[in-house]
């Protein structure tokens, strides 16, 4: 998985905070019934509505290593339209996008 150079550093430079981090997560993950690509989602959904560039990608990166489709990550961020608003909303897209494209190594054509 890819890791931004500024989480790398997070990670040597403060260790016992980023496994307090990690250890929080794993322990909200495992606390109830949701499977692993639709908990994926649900937090790509957060990171758009946060509109948080980081989590987005990662999120997306994260929902296609559990299995998510393109498909569903695409409607997950569409769904956030009506609640986020159109300009950001976009801008999720154009993220997702982004690492699906990276991901697959091809250049999706665009609709108008």
């Given at each position: 998985m890819?890791?931004?150079k500024i989480y790398q550093k997070f990670v040597k430079q403060?260790?016992?905070v980023f496994e307090a981090f990690e250890s929080l997560g794993r322990k909200c993950r495992n606390a109830g019934?949701?499977?692993?690509?639709?908990?994926?989602?649900?937090?790509?959904?957060i990171a758009v509505?946060?509109?948080?560039?980081?989590?987005v990608m990662s999120g997306t990166r994260k929902a296609l290593a559990s299995g998510a489709k393109p498909e569903e990550i695409v409607h997950t961020v569409l769904l956030s339209l009506t609640t986020t608003g159109f300009p950001n909303m976009m801008a999720a897209m154009a993220l997702?996008?982004?690492?699906?494209?990276?991901a697959s190594g091809s250049v999706?054509?665009?609709k108008p």
């Open positions: 890819y890791y931004p403060y260790p016992d019934p949701v499977p692993e690509k639709y908990q994926n989602l649900i937090k790509l959904g509505g946060a509109n948080s560039r980081g989590a997702v996008n982004e690492v699906m494209e990276t999706s054509e665009e």
